[in-house]
């Protein structure tokens, strides 16, 4: 009887262990599960910050562009600055039919260069939902890295172009969109849109605003720099806004 018992201890015991081990083996593994989610969840986070910033860099350049035309005008015009603060990129004289024209509800400006490597703006539909993928309209806006004379050396990379830009062909400084005369090495994710919009200022107390009937009778110049990007399946966006003056 003594070894009948002391045999059924043993085997109680030895399924106690099992049980026990059992038991270790589940929280370990919900433990590692835990940890690895929270891992991807962190680099997601950190992905997606990174975006974000990189976003807000080229929103901010796409507003330090605009800007910049204004005090380029003024320059280039010095006769006439406020007839001629809101002539459109690379106008060689200032007329009416040269002034910047305003988008609308479905236009847009996309920064690029033309064939001669100018910055400038080039009007296009404007239809960012990049939910549904891209379509040749959104391609526009697509910031793309971009070759500035067309070369390659063997292994498909311009040195010749990184050697005298004094960077890498991948740096976000030499991005743009809309090219007409340069080959796109690669794109980002990054798709920027320039919106335009004129008001007048009211010649009397209350000051107000209202919108400007054409550009040759604006006060201000509204400008809208906005970048979306994708990140899975969502659709992400930075937008800044700045009022340019055509007074200095």
């Known amino acids: 009887m003594m070894k009948k018992i002391g045999s059924k201890k043993w085997a109680m015991k030895r399924g106690e262990t099992i049980v026990e081990v059992l038991v270790a083996l589940v929280v370990v593994t919900i433990g590692a599960a835990t940890a690895t989610s929270l891992i991807v969840a962190s680099l997601k986070a950190n992905q997606f910050n990174k975006d974000s910033l990189v976003a807000l860099n080229l929103a901010q350049e796409g507003l330090e562009y605009m800007h910049n035309l204004r005090d380029t005008n003024w320059i280039k015009f010095s006769g006439n600055t406020q007839g001629c603060w809101n002539t459109v990129p690379n106008s060689a004289t200032c007329s009416v039919a040269n002034l910047l024209p305003a988008t609308t509800a479905t236009s847009g400006y996309a920064l690029g260069m033309d064939a ?87 010649a009397s107390s ?35 806004s700045s009022s340019l003056t055509r007074y200095k």
């Open 116 to 202: 001669s490597s100018n910055n400038t703006l080039i009007a296009t539909a404007k239809a960012l939902d990049l939910t549904d993928g891209t379509d040749a309209v959104e391609e526009k806006y697509r910031m793309s890295y971009f070759d500035l004379d067309n070369s390659t050396d063997s292994d498909g990379i311009d040195r010749a172009d990184s050697a005298s830009l004094g960077a890498k062909l991948d740096d976000y400084d030499y991005i743009g969109s809309g090219y007409t005369g340069h080959t796109v090495v690669d794109k980002s994710k990054f798709y920027r849109s320039i919106e335009v919009q004129y008001k007048t200022i009211a």
């Open 206 to 240: 209350p000051w107000g605003l209202s919108a400007a009937g054409s550009p040759s009778v604006a006060d201000l110049m509204v400008v809208t720099s906005t970048v979306d990007w994708m990140d899975g399946a969502a659709q992400h966006q930075v937008k800044l």
